[in-house]
């Protein structure tokens, strides 16, 4: 036995474990050479091997995290002990994650909801949802206490029907506790080939689930300069527009790379810090409009009230202006007319230390709801 460090990469966490020698019992694999890169270290995301592979480089996963980064195909629950506190989940209880990813939330609330609690997990993703749900078998979780089911968030009532047998022996037909993580996981933005990362090179593509509607290649060709100027005005404040639109819409962009090199070939006096701050609000505001994620917010929200116990609690994650506005609104309006008794009076922000540790929690705001009722 030869001792290391291991990484749990569901959560982001590191702990001291002796790793097993390797079985010789178990069937020997092909040899496959490993990738080659230039340097001391892999750049690109093909290239590290390692890192997507955390049960057999843990120790590699473990020095990545402790970094400060993300490693590579996997991703980072951000803000888990405020979520924790302000859900408040207990053994019994049923809790619908909106938004499963990677499962990082959603592992330490199954850790909270036994003996007898089920968690209901929503994604939207065909590719990322088999492998969350595969380790969280792995790690225990069995079918009386986690069910996953392929939707976007938008689809929460209908899920909660497909588990209401659960509820109806409490005499329920919600959830006690609802969260939805807003944000792009790292296993999607990381990856080329999704489309979603102005980093490296794929296919303009930029869907959750890419066996639906069109890509962002197709959305750009066939928009209108005033259409995409309002596109970009609504889901990223970008303040050059008008500009911007004039040059991407209705051109054909198929690849990440050549749609960057436009967006800065159309504003060539503006410094680099600020155009990579513009390339990646164009990305935002294609990838809200591609998934149609402010439409299936608004319905969310919409059906929010309806999908919790009474007493229940929700948190809602967002990661931009746009989103958090409907939060807020939508939170302020059912405290006014009665559907919440209580809501979160001021955002809830990172800390300073998850901030540094892991700066793609930078733009994270929290709100929380609790349904009316004893």
Same mark, same amino acid.
């Given at each position: 036995?030869r001792?290391?460090r291991t990484?749990?990469t569901?959560?982001?966490?590191?702990t001291?474990?002796?790793l097993p020698?390797?079985?010789?019992? !178990?069937?020997a694999?092909p040899?496959?050479?490993?990738?080659?890169?230039?340097g001391?270290?892999?750049?690109?995301?093909?290239?590290k091997y390692?890192e997507?592979d955390?049960?057999?480089?843990a120790? !590699?996963?473990?020095?990545?995290?402790?970094?400060?980064k993300?490693?590579?195909? !996997?991703?980072r629950?951000i803000?888990?002990?405020?979520?924790?506190?302000v859900?408040? /989940?207990k053994p019994?209880e049923m809790?619908?994650?909106?938004t499963l990813?990677?499962?990082?939330?959603?592992?330490?609330?199954l850790?909270?909801?036994?003996?007898g609690g089920?968690?209901?997990?929503?994604d939207?993703d065909p590719?990322?949802?088999?492998?969350?749900e595969?380790?969280l078998r792995?790690?225990?979780?069995? /079918?009386?206490?986690f069910?996953?089911?392929?939707?976007?968030f938008?689809?929460?009532?209908q899920?909660?029907?497909?588990?209401g047998m659960?509820?109806a022996?409490?005499g329920m037909?919600?959830?006690?506790?609802?969260?939805?993580?807003?944000?792009i996981?790292?296993?999607q933005?990381?990856d080329?080939?999704?489309?979603?990362?102005?980093?490296?090179d794929? /296919?303009?593509?930029?869907r959750?689930?890419?066996?639906r509607?069109?890509p962002a290649?197709?959305?750009?060709?066939k928009?209108?300069?005033?259409?995409?100027?309002n596109l970009l005005r609504?889901?990223?404040d970008?303040?050059?527009a008008?500009?911007?639109? &004039?040059a991407?819409a209705g051109?054909?962009?198929a690849?990440?790379r050549e749609?960057v090199?436009?967006i800065?070939?159309?504003?060539p006096?503006?410094?680099?810090?600020e155009?990579?701050l513009? &390339?990646?609000?164009v990305?935002?505001?294609?990838?809200?409009?591609v998934?149609?994620?402010?439409s299936?917010l608004?319905?969310l929200l919409?059906?929010l009230?309806a999908?919790l116990?009474?007493g229940?609690r &929700?948190? &809602?994650l967002t990661?931009h202006s746009g989103?958090?506005r409907r939060v807020?609104?939508a939170?302020?309006a059912?405290?006014?007319?009665?559907?919440y008794a209580?809501?979160a009076?001021?955002?809830?922000r990172p800390?300073?230390e998850e901030?540094r540790d892991n700066p793609?929690s930078?733009?994270a705001k929290?709100r929380?709801?609790?349904?009316a009722?004893p």
């Amino acid at each position: 036995m030869r001792k290391g460090r291991t990484a749990n990469t569901l959560t982001g966490t590191v702990t001291d474990s002796s790793l097993p020698s390797s079985d010789s019992s !178990t069937p020997a694999t092909p040899h496959r050479r490993r990738p080659r890169y230039s340097g001391k270290n892999p750049r690109a995301f093909e290239e590290k091997y390692k890192e997507r592979d955390p049960q057999r480089y843990a120790e !590699t996963v473990a020095k990545v995290i402790a970094s400060g980064k993300t490693p590579a195909g !996997t991703h980072r629950p951000i803000m888990v002990a405020e979520i924790l506190e302000v859900l408040a /989940p207990k053994p019994g209880e049923m809790v619908a994650d909106c938004t499963l990813g990677y499962g990082g939330h959603a592992c330490e609330l199954l850790a909270r909801l036994q003996p007898g609690g089920h968690l209901l997990g929503l994604d939207a993703d065909p590719l990322e949802l088999p492998k969350t749900e595969a380790r969280l078998r792995e790690a225990g979780f069995s /079918p009386e206490g986690f069910t996953a089911i392929r939707s976007n968030f938008a689809g929460l009532p209908q899920a909660l029907g497909e588990c209401g047998m659960r509820n109806a022996e409490r005499g329920m037909k919600g959830a006690d506790c609802i969260l939805a993580d807003l944000g792009i996981s790292s296993m999607q933005l990381d990856d080329p080939a999704r489309g979603f990362s102005t980093k490296g090179d794929g /296919p303009l593509d930029m869907r959750m689930n890419p066996q639906r509607g069109q890509p962002a290649a197709a959305l750009l060709a066939k928009t209108s300069p005033d259409a995409l100027a309002n596109l970009l005005r609504a889901n990223a404040d970008e303040p050059r527009a008008t500009e911007l639109a &004039v040059a991407l819409a209705g051109h054909t962009f198929a690849t990440t790379r050549e749609l960057v090199a436009a967006i800065r070939a159309a504003l060539p006096t503006m410094h680099k810090g600020e155009a990579d701050l513009t &390339v990646r609000r164009v990305f935002q505001a294609l990838r809200i409009a591609v998934n149609d994620e402010f439409s299936a917010l608004d319905t969310l929200l919409r059906h929010l009230p309806a999908c919790l116990n009474p007493g229940g609690r &929700v948190a &809602v994650l967002t990661f931009h202006s746009g989103e958090d506005r409907r939060v807020k609104h939508a939170f302020a309006a059912g405290l006014r007319d009665g559907v919440y008794a209580a809501i979160a009076e001021e955002v809830i922000r990172p800390t300073v230390e998850e901030r540094r540790d892991n700066p793609r929690s930078s733009s994270a705001k929290l709100r929380w709801a609790r349904r009316a009722g004893p």
